[in-house]
């Protein structure tokens, strides 16, 4: 079966970094797009960066210049480097993987997800 497992989540104080990873099992093929998501309490899920097996990435603007997403497919991990943490970014962060390519942000697009990993910037 295929799995997402995140880890990496905590808590941290703003300016503060953290380091999101995810790890892939059960897949027979590669995905074709793998992305990051989140979701703060009483707000929808949004898109926070997306890769694709090319190593084309897509960043939220809120996002852009402080978090870094990549892959590594030989290893069936995703990574999120998210530095200069802000308040803002609490939320509970979730791994996708995708079997079509599509816009990395557009939720629909993923087949799998992981159960989530907290972050608390506070």
């Known amino acids: 079966d295929v799995q997402l497992v995140e880890s990496g989540g905590g808590s941290v104080l703003p300016g503060g970094s953290l380091r999101l990873s995810c790890a892939a099992s059960?897949?027979?093929?590669?995905?074709?797009?793998m992305g990051w998501f989140r979701q703060a309490p009483g707000k929808e899920r949004e898109g926070v960066a997306g890769?694709?097996?090319?190593?084309?990435?897509g960043y939220a603007d809120s996002v852009k210049g402080r978090f870094t997403i990549s892959r590594d497919s030989a290893k069936n991990t995703l990574t999120l480097q998210m530095n200069s943490l802000k308040p803002e970014d609490t939320a509970m962060y979730y791994c996708a993987a995708a079997m079509e390519r599509g816009a990395w942000d557009r939720q629909s697009l993923y087949n799998y997800w992981g159960r989530g990993t907290q972050v608390t910037v506070s």
């Open positions: 890769i694709d097996t090319d190593g084309t990435t």
């Open positions: 059960g897949f027979t093929v590669n995905p074709k797009c």
